[in-house]
């Protein structure tokens, strides 16, 4: 069974940072894009970062540029999200996603999600 576990949420003041985790388990995602997703109440899951297989290629929605980082380990089958410079509008439920390719990702193309971790961000 496929698993996806997120961790790394939580309540931060504006301009702080978090660091999110996402733990896979059941296969291996050494061959297929990871990333992040968020949704706010009352909005539309969105698209946050992607990364490759290999790392080599990432791609962040433009409101996060400079701001996040997503990286991955894959002897550990662990992805993160590295956010600085946190803003209110940030706050969101963040999920990880596995599978397929980072263009398919981009386009909410997704194999796999996880159940999501909370990120409050006080003003």
């Known amino acids: 069974q496929v698993q996806l576990v997120e961790s790394g949420g939580g309540l931060v003041q504006a301009g702080g940072s978090l660091r999110l985790s996402c733990a896979a388990s059941?296969?291996?995602?050494?061959?297929?894009?990871m990333g992040w997703f968020r949704q706010a109440p009352g909005i539309e899951r969105e698209f946050v970062a992607a990364i490759s297989w290999s790392g080599g290629i990432t791609d962040y929605v433009n409101s996060v540029k400079g701001r996040f980082n997503v990286s991955r380990d894959n002897a550990k089958n662990t992805l993160y999200l590295q956010m600085n410079s946190l803003r209110p509008e940030d706050t969101a439920v963040y999920y990880c996603?596995?599978?397929?390719?980072?263009?398919?990702?981009?386009?909410?193309?997704?194999?796999?999600w996880g159940k999501g971790t909370l990120v409050t961000v006080s003003s």
């Open positions: 059941g296969r291996t995602f050494r061959t297929s894009a």
């Open positions: 996603a596995a599978g397929g390719r980072i263009a398919q990702m981009t386009g909410g193309v997704v194999e796999y």
